[in-house]
């Protein structure tokens, strides 16, 4: 049964959505299968993945409103390697019409919990908020992985979203953990970020993922091309990193 990983942090530009895509091509490079679920109103992993998010009939909007199943919404982008939910503007709307169904925030779990069989990996990239969609998210998952840079006001928006993982671990999905923190656009040469670092491995210790995502301009570039690092420069140190990653991702198990 395939393992569902929430990749969460309400902090935005800390690397979510690079990390969904570049982490779902590389489990997918070593003969995982992926499905990367997009519940950004942004679209960005869809895009990023080379799928239109303006092109998109049916989205994860359709999924979470019960307009349809999973099935009808998984697309295939073109050499990526993995499966996509895609998501756009249209996902804003389930803000408000998730207020008003039984059990809203239990409707992404039951959508995929037909698709585990499917799939060896889940891969959820969430807004930078914490709504009723990343809720939906972090009750569907098994685990959450926290992309992070390693700055002060990075640790103070940590402490609140492990507040809320316990929250709802305690409340509706016991089973959450929290998969990994994984440090971001780390450059080695600043020396807060290399205080930050020391800080999150002498608190959290072997949650703290090995692997360091660096500063990278190719990284930075992939998605403005829309494929996964990987298919845009795999031997690039951006492109290593994220294949380092997903051998840790695989060691867990």
Same mark, same amino acid.
Do not use: W
């Given at each position: 049964?395939?393992?569902?990983? =929430?990749?969460?942090?309400?902090?935005?530009?800390?690397?979510?959505?690079?990390?969904?895509?570049?982490?779902?091509?590389?489990?997918?490079?070593?003969?995982?299968?992926?499905?990367?679920?997009?519940?950004?109103?942004?679209?960005?992993? !869809?895009?990023?993945?080379?799928?239109?998010?303006?092109?998109?009939?049916? !989205?994860?909007?359709?999924?979470?409103?019960?307009?349809?199943?999973?099935?009808?919404?998984?697309?295939?982008?073109?050499?990526?390697?993995?499966?996509?939910?895609?998501?756009?503007?249209?996902?804003? =709307?389930?803000?408000?019409?998730?207020?008003?169904?039984?059990?809203?925030?239990?409707?992404?779990?039951? =959508?995929?919990?037909?698709?585990?069989?499917?799939?060896?990996?889940?891969?959820?990239?969430? &807004?930078?908020?914490?709504?009723?969609? !990343?809720?939906?998210?972090?009750?569907?998952?098994?685990?959450?992985?926290?992309?992070?840079?390693?700055?002060?006001?990075?640790?103070?928006?940590?402490?609140?979203?492990?507040?809320?993982?316990?929250?709802?671990?305690?409340?509706?999905?016991? @089973?959450?953990?929290?998969?990994?923190?994984?440090?971001?656009?780390?450059?080695?040469?600043?020396?807060?970020?290399?205080?930050?670092?020391?800080?999150?491995?002498?608190?959290?210790?072997?949650?703290?993922?090995?692997?360091?995502? &660096?500063?990278?301009?190719?990284?930075?570039? @992939?998605?403005?091309?829309?494929?996964?690092?990987?298919?845009?420069? &795999?031997?690039?140190?951006? =492109?290593?990193?994220?294949?380092?990653?997903?051998?840790?991702?695989?060691?867990?198990?």
């Amino acid at each position: 049964m395939g393992r569902i990983i =929430a990749i969460a942090n309400q902090k935005g530009g800390v690397g979510k959505t690079t990390t969904c895509i570049n982490l779902a091509a590389s489990l997918s490079a070593t003969k995982r299968r992926v499905l990367l679920v997009d519940m950004d109103p942004q679209g960005n992993a !869809t895009m990023g993945s080379g799928v239109d998010k303006r092109a998109a009939e049916r !989205t994860t909007y359709d999924v979470l409103m019960g307009e349809c199943g999973a099935d009808d919404v998984i697309v295939t982008p073109q050499d990526a390697g993995y499966a996509l939910m895609p998501a756009n503007g249209d996902l804003t =709307a389930a803000e408000i019409g998730l207020m008003e169904v039984e059990h809203r925030e239990r409707r992404l779990r039951d =959508a995929l919990a037909t698709q585990r069989e499917h799939f060896d990996y889940i891969l959820i990239d969430c &807004p930078p908020s914490l709504n009723m969609l !990343t809720l939906n998210a972090l009750v569907a998952a098994d685990s959450v992985m926290i992309p992070m840079q390693c700055e002060y006001y990075a640790l103070e928006g940590l402490s609140a979203l492990l507040n809320t993982i316990e929250k709802i671990r305690q409340s509706v999905n016991p @089973a959450l953990k929290v998969e990994g923190l994984l440090r971001t656009m780390f450059d080695p040469r600043n020396n807060l970020a290399n205080d930050v670092s020391g800080q999150l491995i002498n608190h959290f210790e072997d949650k703290v993922y090995r692997t360091i995502i &660096p500063r990278n301009v190719r990284l930075s570039e @992939a998605p403005s091309f829309a494929k996964p690092i990987s298919q845009y420069d &795999p031997e690039c140190i951006g =492109a290593r990193s994220y294949q380092r990653l997903a051998k840790e991702v695989l060691e867990h198990v």
